[in-house]
């Protein structure tokens, strides 16, 4: 398959018709093919949009959330596999675009797009069916979104930071089994502050927690993260900062197909999707599940 410069016309999903940098990345996509633009602002409409878009490439003009609405949506209607997609991150975090190497620049992401070859991508998909496009985490991950999402709709991206900052002054601290292909991570006799299962390599607009993640290599990354001291906290968070956290004595780590996690309750977080409480949860790799342009 070609570039999209050299295929078809396009259709591009957008939550937000006005953005001025979906403007930009339009004027530079139609000087090379024709684009359809369709605005979704609940599942029914999404549904309706997906049944027309025929063979066309389906674009994304947002961030990890309405990639992963389109992703679920497909998914659902076994339709992910024959659906060539594209990303314009337009979104607050664009943690999936990063691990991609997508440009950010509105600019530069439209003429990506349009150099770009279809990749195939893996997909995490939980026992209930609920996908996971670049990132999930509970324990103190999950309660830093929560506390971060108020932030988020007024200083933007630094809202995680915050409510990172203000969770890590009074973490959860949570009991649960881990387990990796069957390996037990960590038991309910350590008690865990996070849990991340990673497709892709950052989180909150580019902190690295899972650093070595890549979301084409058929594994995910778990990583744990032990309860442990005030000062140790501190430590652990300057070391995420850096993506050397994994290298710490509070932190295992582990690859792997199949991840259950259960035990005290926990809230998830699932590409800034929260869900919960919940007692038990599994998810497992769909390797090569879809097709990404990517440069």
């Keep these: 398959m070609g570039t999209v410069g050299a295929m078809e016309p396009i259709l591009v999903i957008t939550h937000d018709a006005d953005d001025p940098g979906l403007a930009t990345a339009l004027e530079i996509l139609r000087a090379q093919t024709s684009v359809e633009v369709a605005s979704a602002d609940n599942p029914g409409e999404l549904d309706g949009i997906l049944h027309r878009a025929g063979s066309r ?3 994304i003009a947002g961030g990890d ?15 992910l596999s024959s659906t060539v997609l594209g990303l314009l991150p337009l979104g607050t975090g664009n943690d999936f675009a990063r691990s991609v190497g997508l440009p950010l620049d509105p600019a530069e992401a439209a003429e990506a797009l349009l150099a770009g070859r279809p990749h195939k991508m893996d997909l995490l998909v939980d026992e209930v069916g609920e996908v996971v496009v670049n990132s999930v985490h509970l324990g103190t991950g999950a309660e830093a979104a929560k506390a971060g999402s108020g932030w988020k709709e007024r200083v933007g991206k630094i809202g995680y930071p915050i409510g990172a900052l203000q969770t890590a002054l009074k973490p959860p601290v949570l009991r649960l089994r881990v387990e990796v292909d069957d390996q037990v991570v960590c038991d309910y006799d350590e008690p865990v502050l996070q849990v991340a299962v990673g497709n892709g390599a950052t989180v909150g607009g580019g902190a690295p927690l899972t650093p070595d993640a890549a979301p084409d290599d058929g594994r995910a990354d778990v990583l744990v993260w032990l309860a442990t001291t005030p000062v140790a906290r501190l430590g652990y968070a300057a070391a995420l900062l850096r993506g050397r956290h994994p290298e710490r004595d509070d932190v295992r780590t582990a690859t792997g197909t199949r991840i259950t996690v259960s035990g005290e309750r926990f809230w998830c977080s699932a590409d800034g999707e929260l869900y919960g409480p919940e007692r038990h949860r599994a998810w497992h790799v769909e390797p090569a599940a879809y097709s990404l342009l990517v440069p």
């Design 57 to 59: 490439p389906v674009v």
């Design 65 to 79: 959330g309405s990639l992963h609405t389109v992703i679920s949506a497909l998914h659902r209607r076994n339709d």
